[in-house]
């Protein structure tokens, strides 16, 4: 279980690099009035919301096996949970499904447009709502502790 917990720690940096990378990206092609390209934006777009939902499946099977996730819940109950474990138990897991699911439909949305300005207006709207989402609730004291 240390493993899970490791990669999921350190791969987080990673997530979140690439992820402000992604947004970053859209948001100088959007105001730039840039041409969206198959080779450099939809590959940036893409390897974020791949490295996300890797992030999310490690972070799920780290709920279902660590005694801070769904353990501690079904040990304490709802009540029994201080600010510490309420965080790790309940809102980093459901925040972060919420922001990979506007990550995701930043990626399906796009998809659905040819002009490159709307492309990096939905990736830009989208992913930045879903990084900060994350940003948001990350447990920073037990992360960079």
């Given at each position: ?59 799920l ?42 990550i ?9 447009f ?25 447990p ?6």
């Amino acid at each position: 279980m240390e493993i899970i917990k490791n990669l999921h720690s350190y791969l987080a940096y990673i997530v979140l690099a690439v992820l402000v990378i992604a947004v970053i990206n859209a948001l100088l092609g959007w105001m730039g009035k840039k041409d969206f390209t198959m080779h450099k934006d939809l590959r940036i777009s893409l390897f974020a919301l791949i490295l996300s939902h890797i992030q999310l499946l490690i972070g799920l099977v780290l709920y279902f096996v660590s005694a801070n996730g769904l353990k501690a819940i079904q040990a304490l109950g709802m009540s029994g949970l201080n600010a510490p474990a309420r965080l790790l138990a309940v809102e980093h897991p459901f925040i972060n499904i919420i922001a990979l699911a506007l990550i995701t439909i930043g990626w399906s949305r796009h998809k659905k447009f040819m002009e490159s300005d709307k492309k990096f207006k939905t990736i830009t709207i989208f992913y930045s709502l879903g990084l900060l989402l994350i940003l948001s609730r990350i447990p920073w004291g037990q992360w960079l502790g």
